[in-house]
């Protein structure tokens, strides 16, 4: 039990699909992150959400979309998806935004594939 | 925004062996976490050194921060299977805004 779950754990999607990522925690925290991991590269943070409101988009395609309609919640909205967006993405809190806002706690992840 | 390097990208190793790996960056660290992603879950959170030349011991886990903070190195003695996984560094401070920014890592095997 990691304090943060996310759903599904996999997800096989088309390219016209549309689905939506679940994150959930119940530390108490009020950061909550999404990352992006592929295979060959660092961990990308996506976007952060600090008390709810959105702190930083890291330059990510209007495909993805995040909603966090509370603290111990959020999504990623995923329409028109490109094969190259294969990935696991990681949820992630911490008490507060940034690295000086204690340490990431994670989830494990959805593993998706987009064919 | 620093960049962390990793090394190295993988190692496979028999039980019983010791190992090394290291994470390096052209900057001052103001400190530094590592974290391991065992197969199918997430990252997780193992030390963060703070001073420079710390060491810290977790079990059979030692990690050491350079003198000059922009080093560190995570020693395994007597590896075990249980070690398989992702060994990630990460600098808290070294993304923009802030933020957490990660190394590659490195991907540890370790078989029976």
């Known amino acids: 039990e990691t304090g943060v779950t996310q759903t599904p754990r996999h997800l096989v999607m088309g390219m016209t699909n549309k689905k939506s990522l679940k994150c959930e925690q119940h530390?108490?925290?009020?950061?909550m992150y999404w990352y992006k991991q592929s295979a060959k590269k660092p961990l990308e943070l996506m976007f952060v959400?600090?008390?709810?409101?959105?702190?930083e988009n890291n330059s990510v395609p209007s495909r993805f979309s995040p909603e966090c309609p509370n603290s111990s919640h959020l999504f990623l909205h995923l329409h028109t998806l490109q094969p190259e967006d294969s990935a696991l993405y990681l949820c992630?809190?911490?008490?507060?935004?940034?690295?000086?806002?204690?340490?990431?706690?994670f989830g494990n992840g959805t593993r998706l594939t987009v064919t | 925004t620093q960049l962390l390097e990793q090394s190295p990208q993988f190692l496979s190793i028999q039980e019983g062996e010791n190992l090394t790996v290291y994470c390096n960056s052209s900057s001052v660290f103001s400190s530094l976490q590592w974290y391991r992603q065992e197969p199918g879950e997430g990252p997780v959170l193992l030390v963060t050194?703070?001073?420079?030349?710390e060491v810290k011991k977790l079990k059979r886990l030692t990690f050491q921060f350079g003198d000059a903070r922009k080093d560190s190195s995570l020693h395994i003695t007597a590896a075990q299977p249980g070690d398989t996984g992702l060994y990630l560094c990460a600098d808290p401070s070294g993304g923009s805004q802030g933020n957490l920014i990660f190394g590659k890592g490195t991907k540890l095997s370790v078989k029976p």
């Open positions: 530390l108490g925290h009020n950061a």
């Open positions: 959400y600090n008390f709810k409101e959105q702190t």
């Open positions: 992630a809190s911490s008490l507060t935004r940034g690295g000086s806002g204690g340490p990431l706690h």
């Open positions: 050194v703070v001073t420079g030349g």
